[in-house]
């Protein structure tokens, strides 16, 4: 089992930046790979970046070259850097992870606005 606590999420305006947070409750190390996804009203949830054990990095073409997903293994947490928001990045972001027996476990979502 892993529980997952995102943070960071906010209002913000269009070409500003923002940090969510995701808290594990144990080693980021030992989960096979981590990630954001987006849900937007009345559209599917999206993946937006993933980060595997090894730390390879994979984007959608939508947030390529602004979001960069990092993890920090001493602190169990992953980060999703935003840059150059724009108000269609405005979705409720969901952080998820992936043990190695391919169990999907998800946080309970953060809010990020962006007006323009």
């Known amino acids: 089992q892993v529980q997952l606590v995102e943070s960071g999420g906010g209002l913000v305006q269009a070409g500003g930046s923002l940090r969510l947070s995701c808290a594990a409750s144990r080693s980021t190390s030992s989960i096979k790979a981590m990630g954001w996804y987006r849900q937007a009203p009345g559209k599917q949830r999206e993946l937006v970046a993933s980060?595997?054990?090894?730390?390879?990095?994979n984007y959608a073409d939508s947030v390529k070259g602004r979001f960069t997903i990092s993890r920090d293994n001493a602190k169990n947490t992953v980060y999703l850097h935003m840059n150059n928001l724009k108000p269609e990045d405005t979705a409720v972001y969901y952080c998820?992870?992936?043990?190695?027996?391919?169990?999907?476990?998800w946080g309970q979502g953060t809010q990020v606005t962006v007006s323009s």
């Open positions: 980060i595997s054990s090894g730390g390879r990095g």
């Open positions: 998820n992870a992936v043990d190695w027996y391919n169990h999907n476990y």
